[in-house]
């Protein structure tokens, strides 16, 4: 299975970007999908998490800012990033915990995010 992130870029506090996260495997293989992040310096850490039938899991520190949804039609899924924050300076990578024959956990390839004015 390949995921591969899409979206980064270079934005001023404030503003937005939309991170994009294809799957080579159906979503619906999936028990986890998700989005984490890793700064500079820092280790990596979650940002959303959304378990198949189970509720969305954001960081406390972008509540309210970030929302993850996801297309089955597409096997994608996406991070709306809302009032960005340079400590949202990172590279962020997409996550997903397929079942079945796929089963495993996978990464994407990164997508870094710079917020500075």
């Known amino acids: 299975v390949q995921l591969q992130a899409s979206g980064g870029g270079s934005v001023q506090p404030g503003g937005s970007l939309r991170l994009s996260c294809e799957t080579s495997?159906?979503?619906?293989?999936?028990?986890?999908m998700g989005w984490f992040r890793q700064a500079p310096g820092k280790q990596r850490e979650m940002v959303a998490l959304m378990p198949t039938g189970s509720s969305v899991n954001y960081a406390d520190s972008v509540k309210g800012r970030f929302t993850i949804s996801r297309d089955g039609l597409k096997n994608t899924i996406y991070l709306q990033m809302n009032n960005l924050k340079p400590e949202d300076t990172a590279v962020y990578y997409c996550?997903?915990?397929?079942?079945?024959?796929?089963?495993?956990?996978?990464w994407g390839q990164g997508t870094l995010v710079t917020v500075s004015s």
């Open positions: 495997g159906s979503i619906f293989s999936t028990k986890r």
């Open positions: 996550n997903a915990v397929f079942v079945g024959a796929f089963r495993g956990e996978y």
